[in-house]
Each structure stands twice: as C-alpha cells, then as structure tokens.
C-alpha cells in the first residue's frame, strides 16, 4: 500500500509556470508506473504524464513540449513542472502509483485565469 499526497497548485496567469509535487509513503524504486493526471469539471479523468521505474517518460499531446514529469527516489517523491500554462491546463491534478493496484492521492488544483 502506498499513499500519495499533492501539492504545489494554486492560481496562475496564462504564460506562467507551476511545479506539483506527489510525495509517496514509501520507496517509489519498485512502483514500476507512477503518474499525474487531470479531471476538469465536467471532463473525465485525463493522463497528463507518466514515468516508470526505468526512468522512462509518456506525456499527453496537449501538453508536450510545456511539462516535465520527474522523480527523486530519494525523496519518493515525483514532480510535474508546468510552463506555458494555458487556461485549458485548469483542473484537479492527480497523483497516481501503479503497483498491481492503483492507487491515488487527494489532488491539487490547478487554475489558469487572468
């Protein structure tokens, strides 16, 4: 079991930059897939960005080129650096381990507005 807690949102200006942070419980070493993703009203939950254990990384179209998912096992703890925040980036941003359960943190909102 692991339990995952968020933080780093907050209110943003179009153009601007946020980091999230998703500290983990445990060791993240062995937890082969961890992830953010988004839900904004009315949408359904989104993947946003994942990285595996190996180091490797998958982003959603929509948001390549601005964000960077990365890790500190030290810390076990993951980020997600967002630049060139668009008003669409606003939304609740989750926290997600993968360990042959899933499992997922209380969220962060994040809101683009001027």
């Known amino acids: 079991q692991v339990q995952l807690v968020e933080s780093g949102g907050g209110l943003v200006q179009p153009g601007g930059s946020l980091r999230l942070s998703c500290a983990a419980s445990r060791s993240i070493s062995s937890i082969y897939v961890m992830g953010w993703y988004r839900q904004a009203p009315g949408n359904q939950r989104e993947s946003v960005a994942i990285?595996?254990?190996?180091?490797?990384?998958n982003y959603a179209d929509s948001v390549k080129g601005r964000f960077t998912i990365s890790r500190d096992t030290a810390k076990n703890t993951i980020y997600l650096q967002m630049n060139s925040l668009k008003p669409e980036d606003t939304a609740v941003y989750y926290c997600?381990?993968?360990?042959?359960?899933?499992?997922w943190g209380q969220g962060t909102q994040v809101t683009v507005s001027s």
């Open positions: 990285i595996t254990s190996g180091g490797g990384t």
């Open positions: 997600n381990a993968a360990t042959g359960m899933s499992y």
